[in-house]
């Protein structure tokens, strides 16, 4: 092997890496092989140092680019929630799904509780951990849903739409309750429903008791079915009545006056 100068070396792993697509190698092998001259490290060491640092930020713009597809409406983590606040919330509970192991099992996630008790705090967190952990997740509002669902069945393409959040590995449908939906929305989410039935995770959060949900959705059959798909084998964490937020509003107002 003929030696080659450290600007020869440097333009071909530039031409290299850009043929490959490896553009943590290109800018880091310079930096990691001044460390591996000062570390006195193997040429085979090195190597490993450079493609461990190719591989470490691909899986981090993969997490990225899952977060983002996502549509989360802002960041919230499951270990930021404060269970100190929401008693009826059980932190074994909550530490079990983390895990994701409800996803291999395609099992169903219910959050149950009034406005601001946290629910979608913990909808939003359990996508976030199923995108670390490699899956493909998308969040949207119950109304959202209906919405997108509607505007594709009027362009003729309702069926594509269908199949596309049938291939999803989490479902995370929020608001379920604050929206009354008519008899067309209604057929259609649960057609969503019946493509993930059994095959992969939904997870909701509601406003409302199950018993209540017939006051969204006009149709007793169509609520009886809805109720048996999202709760067949679910996860049902209640998640109280007393509203964080307001708790936080008279906080700072006691602090104020005190």
Not at 34 to 55: D, F, I
Request: charged share 25%.
């Amino acid at each position: 092997m003929a030696k080659m100068t450290d600007t020869a070396a440097a333009a071909a792993i530039g031409a290299a890496t850009r043929e490959l697509h490896l553009p943590t190698v290109r800018t880091e092998s310079s930096r990691l092989a001044e460390m591996a001259q000062r570390g006195q490290a193997t040429y085979l060491g090195y190597l490993a140092e450079v493609l461990s640092a190719e591989v470490d930020d691909r899986t981090e713009r993969r997490r990225q680019r899952r977060v983002h597809e996502a549509r989360f409406p802002r960041v919230k983590r499951l270990g930021d929630f404060d269970l100190s606040v929401a008693p009826n919330v059980n932190a074994a509970t909550i530490a079990t799904l983390a895990s994701g192991a409800y996803l291999e099992s395609g099992d169903p996630v219910v959050f149950l509780g009034d406005s601001g008790t946290g629910k979608s705090h913990l909808l939003i967190g359990l996508g976030m951990a199923a995108c670390e952990q490699g899956k493909s997740v998308r969040y949207v509002t119950c109304a959202g849903l209906v919405n997108e669902l509607a505007e594709a069945a009027d362009e003729r393409r309702l069926s594509r739409i269908v199949a596309r959040y049938g291939r999803l590995d989490l479902l995370c449908l929020d608001e379920l309750g604050y929206v009354q939906l008519d008899a067309r929305g209604a057929e259609m989410l649960f057609q969503i429903l019946t493509e993930r039935e059994e095959k992969a995770s939904v997870a909701t959060a509601s406003n409302l008791p199950f018993s209540e949900w017939g006051q969204v959705i006009g149709d007793p059959r169509l609520v009886a079915a809805i109720v048996d798909r999202l709760t067949f084998n679910a996860h049902i964490i209640e998640t109280g009545t007393e509203s964080f937020r307001l708790m936080a509003t008279r906080s700072r107002r006691t602090k104020r006056t005190g």
